[in-house]
């Protein structure tokens, strides 16, 4: 042991995967650990520019024969290190503790809570003084962990969240644990340590963005770090990061963790607090903040929503704007390039930025944060639960996969609201007069798989709140009579959106848009609710009056932000009904192209365009199929043309017997019998039929018990069929004809009686 102790063994440091962050943990390579002989489970030090302590174990699987040392985000702080450096790693001894004191390790946190409750989160974890440390309550035990290391990591809760803490200072010094004989103490307060390293925010508290943060640490940090590598080739550093994509996804957030990681300063500019009143205060704010910047190198300069201190110059009146867009140029250019300072901007719109920012030099590159994957979600998901004491019941894998389009702000607020149901029901067994809770009650807090669901129905992807509408409670048990269609949009819908890779592994794209078209009132608009609700996909419901506008433009930019929307919470459905009002034939019109004309280009190029629709479905509904522009019919835009008709006489049974569920019905009433002298009778008109039956019983007697066979004898003789033989031979020829007449160069398609389905005049189509 005396050659092992006395030998430099030196390592370089990688990320723990965020699952593992927080508990004092070490991946080291099994050659490594046997050379030193080390345990799993054993206290070694790590010695950066400081020295922590951690426990090691074996390495993850993938690193078999790979010489690196895997640390979470709080030990590179603790150690002064940076992933890519080398620490010198060797086996250490903990002595156990007599006294530690803990106090919040961000400002602005004050903390009351049980000593009790830290010693049992801490228990046999080495600590020493100046550490920062993660509470944790809800922890992933890993397979591939020995028993006492599991064991070690079961410590119970000591809060609804993960809380940093900085060891203080610890009786006696060097390494140390607590064990039962210790006495720990919680500082309310912040307490400042000399010459320390921030760890609010580091690697480990980002969830689904690898390739970004990859992106950006050979952006920034590597210059930051390591200028002489840009020395040695002769290159200046990059200047500027421009990160943008949509609210929440975490820009900041990322900005923060990378000045922490790379040890520079961090300076933040909240776009709106640089604007002065008085002439030229703006500019002088802008440059004292880089002159300090640049005094305080290595440092980094964040400014937030840069699109309210830099618009583009031709869109905006006000010179006070124009003169700050122009010093910020001036500053950008004048960075010496050995200066040790970055400026990364965020914004969600960077189509508003000046022109001139985005070129080589200012901004030399643009990185996109998008919203997270299936993965990326469950990332984040498994982050904000990292100090929640979860019910075994709580699934995180399930809600990653239910949790379409939200991003990281989303999924956090997500967790706090599942908290705030676990403390709900609680709160009968509170006495707040007390001022404090007891313990077991706060021991026996925990977060339930009905938490999440009842918080994931108030909390929607803000991406989607504008548009939002409320989720469809109707099931395909709830339509009855259209078996064939339903069957198609399952195919078409529900599985590609489901089960994305076997549609991957064939080779073969999904349908982009189903067309549902037939006569009124077959339930065109009640399958696509159901379609919506069981492929568990956002769902946009809009109407041609929500997208048509009267000013010169504004129609075609509704559908263009309409789809982006779509693809950004992507997978989605989107449903637009009465489709024919929005998309008639063109060249109806005379003169200057009418506005539904610009209106079907622009679905034309949004559908079948140069961006791809990677999971976002249109389902049309339209009685009038021959009026809708021939183009839109052809394969790649609605690929399936879907005849919605009346139902059979088993459909119109079915549908029956869904519309008299909640009716107390008499014995002599034949629901059979009643199919069978429907014919041609829609699902509206079967409801129909039951109302009136209905409103019959109700003029017998208010008191009327049930509804009888006389009663719909009665509904029968007032009501008729909305469909018509003439109708449904239209229909016939329509259906027969639909996809041949939509390649024709001109002409309409199907043939249209004079009577029959009569197109708008032109003011209407107008």
Not at 436 to 441: A, G, S
Not at 675 to 698: I, K, M, P, S, V
Not at 705 to 724: I, P
Request: aromatic share 4%; glycine share 10%; with cysteine.
């Amino acid at each position: 042991m005396a050659d092992v102790d006395t030998e430099v063994r030196r390592l370089q440091v990688a990320n723990l995967p965020p699952s593992e962050s927080g508990r004092g943990l070490a991946r080291l390579p099994v050659r490594f650990m046997a050379e030193a002989g080390l345990e799993d489970g054993a206290v070694i030090e790590i010695v950066g520019k400081r020295s922590t302590p951690a426990r090691a174990i074996r390495p993850l699987k993938d690193d078999e024969g790979v010489d690196i040392v895997r640390l979470d985000g709080l030990q590179r702080a603790n150690a002064g290190v940076g992933s890519g450096d080398f620490v010198e790693v060797r086996p250490a001894q903990s002595k156990p503790a007599t006294r530690v004191v803990f106090a919040p390790a961000v400002n602005n946190i004050r903390l009351q809570g049980s000593a009790e409750a830290l010693k049992r989160t801490f228990a046999g974890r080495p600590l020493t003084s100046g550490d920062t440390v993660a509470t944790s309550g809800h922890q992933r035990i890993n397979a591939d962990m020995p028993e006492h290391v599991r064991q070690l990591l079961n410590a119970p809760a000591f809060a609804i969240q993960e809380i940093r803490l900085a060891v203080v200072s610890t009786t006696p010094r060097g390494i140390v644990h607590i064990d039962a004989n210790t006495q720990v103490e919680l500082l309310a307060e912040y307490a400042e340590q000399h010459g320390e390293r921030r760890a609010d925010v580091t690697y480990d508290d980002l969830g689904g963005m690898r390739g970004t943060i990859d992106a950006l640490r050979e952006m920034v940090e590597l210059p930051l770090r390591h200028p002489e590598l840009f020395q040695r080739l002769g290159v200046d550093p990059p200047k500027g990061v421009l990160l943008h994509g949509p609210p929440g996804t975490g820009k900041t957030r990322l900005a923060r963790a990378v000045a922490n990681e790379s040890d520079a300063q961090f300076f933040h500019i909240a776009g709106p607090e640089i604007m002065g009143s008085a002439y030229g205060e703006s500019e002088k704010k802008l440059r004292e903040l880089f002159e300090e910047a640049s005094q305080a190198a290595p440092s980094i300069i964040f400014i937030d929503e840069i699109d309210s201190i830099a618009p583009k110059r031709g869109q905006v009146t006000g010179e006070a704007e124009k003169r700050l867009v122009a010093q910020l140029l001036t500053l950008m250019d004048g960075l010496e390039p050995r200066q040790n300072l970055v400026v990364i901007a965020a914004t969600n719109r960077p189509e508003a930025i000046d022109e001139a920012l985005r070129r080589p030099g200012r901004f030399d590159r643009e990185i996109v944060v998008g919203v997270p994957d299936e993965n990326g979600r469950r990332e984040i998901l498994g982050i904000h639960t990292r100090g929640m004491p979860l019910d075994g019941g709580v699934n995180l894998d399930e809600l990653a996969r239910r949790t379409y389009g939200f991003v990281g702000a989303d999924l956090a607020a997500l967790t706090r609201e599942a908290a705030l149901e676990a403390v709900r029901r609680i709160m009968p067994e509170l006495n707040l007069a007390d001022g404090t809770i007891p313990n077991e009650v706060l021991d026996k807090l925990a977060v339930t798989g009905s938490d999440f669901d009842n918080a994931l129905k108030r909390v929607q992807p803000s991406a989607m709140r504008e548009v939002l509408v409320q989720v469809p409670n109707i099931g395909w048990e709830d339509v009855g009579g259209l078996d064939a269609a339903a069957e198609k949009l399952r195919e078409g819908v529900e599985l590609p959106l489901k089960h994305p890779d076997a549609f991957r592994r064939l080779g073969i794209r999904p349908a982009k848009g189903f067309l549902l078209y037939g006569p009124p009132g077959t339930g065109k608009t009640l399958l696509a609710k159901a379609c919506a609700r069981e492929s568990q996909a956002n769902f946009i419901a809009t109407k041609s009056s929500d997208l048509l506008s009267k000013w010169y433009g504004e129609s075609e930019q509704q559908i263009a932000r309409l789809f982006a929307r779509a693809r950004q919470v992507a997978p989605t459905v989107i449903f637009i009904d009465e489709l024919d009002s929005l998309v008639p034939a063109r060249g109806g019109g005379m003169g200057e192209p009418q506005v539904t004309e610009r209106v079907v280009n622009t679905i034309l190029a949004e559908m079948d365009g140069l961006e791809e629709l990677q999971g976002v479905v249109l389902i049309g509904a339209t009685n009038r199929p021959n009026l809708i522009d021939p183009a839109l019919l052809r394969p790649g835009r609605f690929d399936e043309l879907v005849y919605v008709g009346p139902p059979d006489t088993a459909g119109r049974r079915r549908i029956l017997a869904i519309h008299t569920k909640g009716m107390p019905l008499a014995n002599d009433v034949d629901l059979e019998r009643l199919a069978q002298r429907t014919e041609n009778f829609t699902g509206a008109d079967l409801e129909d039929l039951t109302r009136r039956a209905g409103l019959t019983a109700l003029r017998r007697g208010l008191d009327a018990g049930q509804v009888t066979m006389a009663d719909f004898e009665a509904a029968l003789s007032d009501t008729r069929a909305s469909v018509t033989p003439q109708m449904l031979e239209e229909y016939a020829r329509i259906q027969s004809t639909l996809k041949s007449d939509a390649v024709r160069p001109d002409g309409g398609i199907g043939f249209v009686s004079p009577g029959m389905l009569r197109p708008r005049s032109a003011e209407k189509q107008g």
